[in-house]
């Protein structure tokens, strides 16, 4: 029995000790003087410098890397209270704690009701929690409700099963407010900033904007961060002109002005939207409003052009920016290198880096992979491995998305015994397909007629959950579907 385990740790060991290493055919792409850019600013490496290894074993905490979750970690889930929503058996459980309390202090504690209010509310329905919440004031006098109390209550009202683009009544957040004024705590801009927000995240966007109004009336006119909520969820699920409405209407009814947030989240969603001729509207309505764009709002506007591969424009941005005395930061830069290496301007993306560096930035992983996009995008995928090198050499560990960069980049070049053994580094270390990059590896290989390790790539993709099954298969019937035909005319190559 012991020399049967002493084998098996041995070929354990072996197995871990080969994971993740660049096989001599792999490495000589990486070493070949010829794909070495002149532009680069990382030196090439001495003739008498260790060929370039993956790691030997992806670390536990590397982004992407997918593994099962250690049970033995995890914290102890927090044991329920109410287990029913019954409210007869809640008062009993809630006398049954009051008789036998050990500290006096706890029985008047706000907080220690309240987190039983709150155990309750989770699982019953508003009208029992009202009712409960009366129990615990007539079962002990002592306690008093304070403003988080009734915050409770909002919430789950907020958080009903009403329609979201209903504008059925508000009673239960009217009752609840009722409630409060009743007992004598005024209603305050916490207290409508957290219906309003839980209103939002229920989607009830429309009950927050009328709720919104209401307490504007009748209560306190809720604050900035409140009304930045609201415009941020209208910007999500209504057109720009009920946005805009929203908007003038609060101005001219309760004076509320728009401030450097809220022309920021204007200008992130036109940019999303790719209309960057009204985004640059809006920055000259925030100048006149006597506004200073920050660096957040400028690297906003930079993605914009970016995503339409406009990289001169985003450049143009990038210089009003510095005249106006805003200082990129990292995000700036990477932002640019993505948006010159999408449109095939890998050398100006490259000159970046000096930049820099001179700033005192990093190139991170987000860096260095959106340069191999580029360069994998003019078909230079021998040289993306390079950079890969240079990425670790400077400490830069590569993350998921990289190795799929590349993955993709090796079968677009057709470069498929490359792309098989990077395939083998990742798979090795638990890291999951993208769904691009396995559509055109499985292409790729059906392509070369490799069948079986095409389904062997969608064995994998299914079983580390890095797709669907039903888009594993799909992608892979499709691709065998296409070799078929393309056979039968005499294209597959």
Same mark, same amino acid.
């Given at each position: 029995?012991?020399?049967?385990?002493?084998?098996?740790?041995?070929?354990?060991?072996?197995?871990?000790?080969?994971?993740?290493?660049?096989?001599?055919?792999?490495?000589?792409?990486?070493?070949?003087?010829?794909?070495?850019?002149?532009?680069?600013?990382?030196?090439?490496?001495?003739?008498?410098?260790?060929?370039?290894?993956?790691?030997?074993?992806?670390?536990?905490?590397?982004?992407?890397?997918?593994?099962?979750?250690?049970?033995?970690?995890?914290?102890?889930?927090?044991?329920?209270?109410?287990?029913?929503?019954?409210?007869?058996?809640?008062?009993?459980? &809630?006398?049954?704690?009051?008789?036998?309390?050990?500290?006096? @202090?706890?029985?008047?504690?706000? !907080?220690?009701?309240?987190?039983?209010?709150?155990?309750?509310?989770?699982?019953?329905? &508003?009208?029992?929690?009202?009712?409960? %919440? !009366?129990?615990?004031?007539?079962?002990?006098?002592?306690?008093?409700?304070?403003?988080?109390?009734?915050?409770?209550?909002?919430?789950?009202?907020?958080? +009903?099963?009403?329609?979201?683009?209903?504008?059925?009544?508000?009673?239960?957040?009217?009752?609840?407010?009722?409630?409060?004024?009743?007992?004598?705590?005024?209603?305050?801009?916490?207290?409508?900033?957290?219906?309003?927000?839980?209103?939002?995240?229920?989607?009830?966007?429309?009950?927050?904007?009328?709720? &919104?109004?209401?307490?504007?009336?009748?209560?306190?006119?809720?604050?900035?961060?409140?009304?930045?909520?609201?415009?941020?969820? %209208?910007?999500?699920?209504?057109?720009?002109?009920?946005?805009?409405?929203?908007?003038?209407?609060?101005?001219?009814?309760?004076? &509320?002005?728009?401030?450097?947030?809220?022309?920021?989240?204007?200008?992130? +969603?036109?940019?999303?939207?790719? @209309? %960057?001729?009204?985004?640059?509207?809006?920055?000259?309505?925030? @100048?006149?409003?006597?506004?200073?764009?920050?660096?957040?709002?400028?690297?906003?506007?930079?993605?914009?052009?970016?995503?339409?591969?406009?990289?001169?424009?985003?450049?143009?941005?990038?210089?009003?920016?510095?005249?106006?005395?805003?200082?990129?930061?990292?995000?700036?830069? +990477?932002?640019?290198?993505?948006?010159?290496?999408?449109?095939?301007?890998?050398?100006?993306?490259?000159?970046? %880096?000096?930049?820099?560096?001179?700033?005192?930035?990093?190139?991170?992983?987000?860096?260095?992979?959106?340069?191999?996009?580029?360069?994998?995008?003019?078909?230079?995928?021998?040289?993306?491995?390079?950079?890969?090198?240079?990425?670790?050499?400077?400490?830069?560990?590569? @993350?998921?998305?990289?190795?799929?960069?590349?993955?993709?980049?090796?079968?677009?070049?057709?470069?498929?015994?490359?792309?098989?053994?990077?395939?083998?580094?990742?798979?090795?270390?638990?890291?999951?397909?993208?769904?691009?990059?396995?559509?055109?590896?499985?292409?790729?290989?059906?392509?070369?007629?490799?069948?079986?390790?095409?389904?062997?790539?969608?064995?994998?993709?299914?079983?580390?959950?890095?797709?669907?099954?039903?888009?594993?298969?799909?992608?892979?019937?499709?691709?065998?579907?296409?070799?078929?035909?393309?056979?039968?005319?005499?294209?597959?190559?």
């Amino acid at each position: 029995m012991c020399s049967k385990k002493k084998k098996k740790t041995k070929k354990k060991k072996k197995k871990k000790d080969k994971m993740g290493k660049i096989p001599p055919a792999f490495r000589s792409a990486v070493t070949n003087p010829q794909f070495r850019n002149p532009s680069s600013l990382i030196p090439p490496s001495s003739p008498s410098s260790k060929p370039h290894h993956f790691p030997k074993k992806i670390p536990s905490h590397f982004p992407g890397k997918s593994r099962k979750p250690n049970n033995q970690q995890q914290p102890p889930k927090t044991p329920v209270l109410f287990k029913s929503p019954s409210l007869q058996e809640a008062k009993t459980v &809630f006398n049954s704690i009051i008789k036998t309390s050990d500290s006096a @202090n706890a029985s008047i504690d706000p !907080r220690f009701h309240n987190s039983l209010l709150q155990s309750y509310a989770s699982i019953s329905t &508003f009208d029992d929690s009202v009712a409960f %919440l !009366r129990h615990m004031s007539a079962a002990n006098p002592s306690f008093s409700p304070d403003r988080s109390t009734y915050h409770i209550l909002l919430s789950q009202t907020c958080n +009903n099963d009403s329609p979201p683009d209903s504008l059925s009544s508000l009673s239960p957040i009217h009752k609840t407010l009722n409630l409060m004024v009743k007992d004598g705590v005024s209603p305050d801009k916490s207290t409508a900033d957290v219906a309003v927000r839980s209103l939002c995240s229920a989607g009830r966007v429309d009950h927050a904007v009328e709720l &919104f109004k209401e307490l504007s009336l009748k209560h306190c006119v809720p604050d900035t961060y409140t009304f930045n909520c609201i415009v941020k969820h %209208l910007c999500k699920c209504r057109s720009l002109s009920t946005v805009y409405g929203f908007i003038d209407e609060m101005r001219d009814s309760f004076g &509320f002005k728009p401030d450097l947030v809220t022309y920021t989240i204007l200008i992130d +969603n036109v940019c999303n939207t790719k @209309n %960057l001729r009204e985004a640059l509207r809006l920055v000259s309505v925030l @100048n006149e409003e006597g506004f200073k764009p920050d660096c957040f709002l400028y690297n906003t506007i930079m993605k914009g052009y970016c995503m339409l591969s406009r990289g001169s424009e985003a450049i143009e941005v990038y210089n009003k920016m510095k005249d106006d005395g805003v200082e990129p930061d990292l995000v700036t830069y +990477n932002t640019l290198i993505f948006g010159l290496s999408k449109c095939g301007r890998v050398v100006e993306a490259k000159k970046l %880096l000096r930049v820099m560096a001179e700033k005192g930035f990093f190139p991170d992983e987000v860096t260095y992979t959106s340069l191999m996009n580029g360069m994998c995008r003019k078909g230079d995928a021998p040289g993306a491995l390079v950079l890969l090198g240079e990425m670790e050499d400077k400490g830069c560990c590569p @993350n998921s998305c990289t190795y799929n960069t590349l993955l993709h980049g090796l079968c677009k070049s057709r470069l498929l015994e490359k792309a098989m053994e990077l395939y083998g580094v990742m798979k090795s270390g638990g890291l999951k397909l993208e769904t691009a990059s396995y559509a055109t590896f499985v292409r790729a290989l059906c392509r070369d007629d490799r069948i079986a390790e095409a389904y062997e790539v969608f064995d994998y993709a299914v079983e580390s959950k890095s797709l669907t099954d039903v888009v594993a298969y799909s992608t892979l019937e499709s691709t065998l579907k296409w070799l078929k035909k393309a056979k039968e005319k005499g294209q597959a190559v």
